[in-house]
């Protein structure tokens, strides 16, 4: 009987037990490089995926690959105004401006509001086998169902808008903010009340909400900010800190006035624009002008309106 009880307190696949555990299975210490080996048991010897430290017993989160979007980057009255602004940013004759380097300024070919982002796999097959502890989960939707739900959306779409969708782009403004510095500089819409914001909102929120009652959009639905990005700090190459940047600088320069560092928007004008569709973009992939390459799109406006 003392041999039995010295290897039952001596044990190492005993030892790792948690005693608040009903089931008596093993719980690992990851610090540990021993107990991989010691400890046998079925569930170990078959890794499961990664759970979520919400708790919600889904396998880790994949990189988003589509995104949807509202591009008005082919104007080139905007892009020139956006670029003139950059180059005043970068000018050798203007004082530096602390964290802004040519890597986080956005291509103005590539100005666009986003409606969302989601994961999609390529093709109906969606994984052939189970996710392992490092690999994610697969895309439960694919490419062709994206494109077919936004597709579906048209004809709701056009009620809403009932005619021509234009950007007023008359607030600049910033977001993620740390330390007195932003983290995104963006152009947006001033008046929320306006026929054009009002509009632009119910479009972008009701495609939204499609593809996230869907299943195809799952991060948490944060009350939304109608920006069109100029500036982005985790854009910057190579990646290194700051993930910020000053941008009062930036604001004085595009509204012509002084400002106090406690304000988060200027107002300034940078026109309105026809917005002709709404886009099912690929992450990482750009066209010969460098932007966006789109999937599908549904139109906003019939061709004998565009300007």
């Not at 591009?71 to 180059?87: F, N, S, V, Y």
């Not at 234009?166 to 009340?193: C, F, H, S, T, W």
């Not at 992939?285 to 799109?297: K, L, M, T």
Request: include cysteine.
């Amino acid at each position: 009987m003392r041999a039995l009880r010295f290897l039952l307190t001596s044990s190492p696949s005993i030892m790792l037990q948690n005693p608040s555990t009903a089931s008596g299975h093993p719980v690992l210490d990851s610090t540990s490089d021993f107990k991989l080996n010691t400890v046998k048991s079925a569930s170990n010897r078959n890794p499961q995926p990664r759970r979520s430290r919400a708790g919600q017993g889904k396998p880790t989160n994949v990189r988003p690959t589509h995104f949807l979007s509202l591009p008005i980057g082919h104007h080139p009255e905007l892009r020139a105004r956006i670029k003139a602004l950059h180059e005043r940013v970068l000018s050798p004759d203007a004082t530096a401006i602390e964290g802004i380097d040519k890597s986080i300024l956005v291509d103005p070919r590539r100005l666009h509001f986003t409606l969302g982002v989601m994961a999609l796999s390529p093709s109906a097959a969606v994984g052939t086998s189970p996710p392992s502890i490092t690999t994610p989960a697969p895309p439960t939707h694919t490419l062709d169902e994206a494109i077919a739900l936004l597709r579906s959306l048209e004809p709701a779409v056009a009620e809403l808008t009932e005619g021509p969708l234009r950007v007023p782009l008359n607030k600049m403004g910033v977001l993620k903010m740390q330390k007195g510095q932003a983290g995104v500089l963006y152009l947006g819409p001033k008046d929320e009340k306006s026929e054009d914001t009002m509009k632009l909102r119910r479009v972008l929120e009701l495609v939204n909400r499609r593809f996230r009652e869907e299943g195809f959009i799952s991060d948490p639905e944060r009350p939304a900010v109608l920006h069109c990005t100029i500036v982005n700090a985790s854009h910057r190459k190579p990646r290194r800190m700051p993930r910020t940047f000053s941008y009062r600088e930036i604001f004085e320069m595009a509204s012509g006035n002084d400002t106090n560092s406690k304000e988060q928007y200027v107002d300034v004008d940078f026109g309105s624009w026809l917005a002709p569709e709404i886009q099912l973009c690929v992450m990482g992939i750009h066209g010969p002008e460098n932007e966006y390459v789109s999937c599908a799109s549904i139109p906003l406006v019939k061709p004998k309106n565009e300007i």
